[in-house]
């Protein structure tokens, strides 16, 4: 991943490259995608697509996605922050096991009080 001074950021996977920011905190949007230097789309501000929006329109760019997807939490969650995990990652079960465990207990919680 390249960031720019602006918040710009570039991911390239097998001669694709998605320029991309942060919309909102923590909301990707989608600017442009490029083959190989050669425009695919692009999108005017006020009109970027957030990364499962892209997913949609471009679904053969998977790796792409994937790849601005683990550029986005490694921003949210520089090296020296290694704690943080990416709970959308497939290879992250256990803590998705946990992160269910959690949602269950605190629903459980909510209701001890019906």
């Not at 792409?64 to 986005?72: C, E, G, I, K, T």
């Not at 020296?80 to 256990?94: A, E, F, K, L, M």
Request: aromatic share 6%.
């Amino acid at each position: 991943m390249n960031e720019g001074s602006n918040g710009v950021h570039h991911t390239e996977v097998d001669g694709y490259r998605a320029t991309w920011c942060l919309n909102r905190p923590h909301l990707i949007a989608i600017m442009a995608v490029h083959n190989n230097g050669r425009l695919l789309a692009s999108f005017e501000p006020g009109t970027y697509p957030d990364l499962v929006q892209a997913r949609e329109l471009l679904p053969k760019l998977e790796k792409l996605w994937d790849a601005v997807r683990h550029d986005f939490w490694r921003h949210l969650c520089p090296p020296p922050h290694q704690r943080c995990i990416d709970p959308t990652s497939p290879g992250n079960t256990d803590i998705n096991a946990v992160l269910g465990a959690i949602r269950s207990a605190t629903r459980r919680g909510s209701n001890a009080g019906d």
